[in-house]
């Protein structure tokens, strides 16, 4: 009686294993087909796209090519969080950096934003895109080679002088071409492009340290040049976003977006590059604009009577610039062609701007600063 009892639940037993390997079975093979189904649906939506924009779309390789141009991926220039960038040479010898995107970026959003807005481009201060690679699940970007790699490595507070090699007046043409590509972007191509991520990382310098706006993941195409654009979720860099991007009530999404992140960007070269260093205690981590007016009030009197060196002056351009370029209300931000008007002008005719207003607790989502850094 015992045995057949044991016999009668092993049989239940096993039966129940069956069952719950074939709802698993079912129901894994079910998510596999879903999640091939997505991604052979990804992969038509990007084909379509290529072949709808061949005349725009810059050489085609295989990702046989890249190993070759690549010696195999053998010299790694930098790898981030979506992508891998090696140096590559093509047949007729020019040097290119090989983007090489992660599979985690699946659906091919960031693949088809750059190859559809670099496309559109042709301007000394944004980066060339010289072909692209769409092989399986193998997405690459092809660009001309910026021997003097990021502006980033430049303006790092914990570099010494004499890596950083870059005086003032070299700076501030970089911040005047920078200035030259987003106003391109903005208003010289037949389809407006905002960047949405304009940061010292972003921008390459080649071997003249001309400035490249590179990096287009997260741009945005404006057909009809409209100046809002519409946007679900937040995209851009901590530190440089702009504040209606995460605070909507703020003001609308658009080219001033933009100017917000190069008004960021300009100061805090202003803020990092610097002769001497001034603690500032971590205790008191403040919002780096916060900082840069107190700055202001303490050690910027415009007294333009006096005799200043032309650093002194290329600096206070580019602070009084940068300030204007952070206004919280988007509607205060100059355009990229008043910037570089401002820029180009005499310094005595810039005023410096109404502080920008921002709550405390709505500052810790942009920037802070916590090193030594020092203005003048």
Known sequence: MI????????????????????????????????????KTQNHKDIELFLKNNEKLSPRRYNYSDLKKMTNSFSDNLGEGGFANVYRGKLPNGCLVAVKILKESKGNGEEFINEVASISRTSHVNVVTLLGFCFEGSKRALIYEFMPNGSLEKFI?????????????EKLFQIVVGIAHGIEYLHKGCNTRILH??????????????IPKISDFGLAKLCPNRSSIVSM??????????????????VGDISYKSDVYSYGMMVLEIVGETKNTNVRVDRSS??????????????????DFNRVVNEDEVLKRKMVIVGLWCIQTDPTTR???????????????????????????????????????????
């Open 3 to 38: 045995k057949l009892k044991l016999i009668i639940v092993a049989g239940v037993s096993a039966t129940a294993v069956v069952l719950i390997s074939i709802i698993l079975f079912t129901f894994g093979r079910k998510k596999y087909m879903l999640n091939l189904k997505g």
């Open 156 to 168: 790092c507070s914990n570099i010494s002088k004499a890596e950083r090699r870059l005086g003032w």
């Open 196 to 209: 949405f991520d304009i940061k010292p990382h972003n921008i390459l310098l080649d071997k003249d340290f």
């Open 232 to 249: 679900l979720g937040t995209r851009g860099t901590i530190g440089y976003i702009a504040p209606e991007i995460i605070y909507r009530n």
């Open 285 to 302: 981590e403040k919002y780096f604009p916060d900082w840069i007016y107190e700055h202001l009030e303490q050690n910027f009197e415009l």
């Open 334 to 376: 100059p355009s990229m062609s008043r910037v570089i008007e401002m820029l180009e002008g005499n310094v005595e005719s810039l005023q410096i701007p109404p502080k920008p207003y921002l709550q405390p607790r709505a500052a810790e989502n942009f920037s802070t600063i916590e090193s030594s850094v020092t203005l003048f």
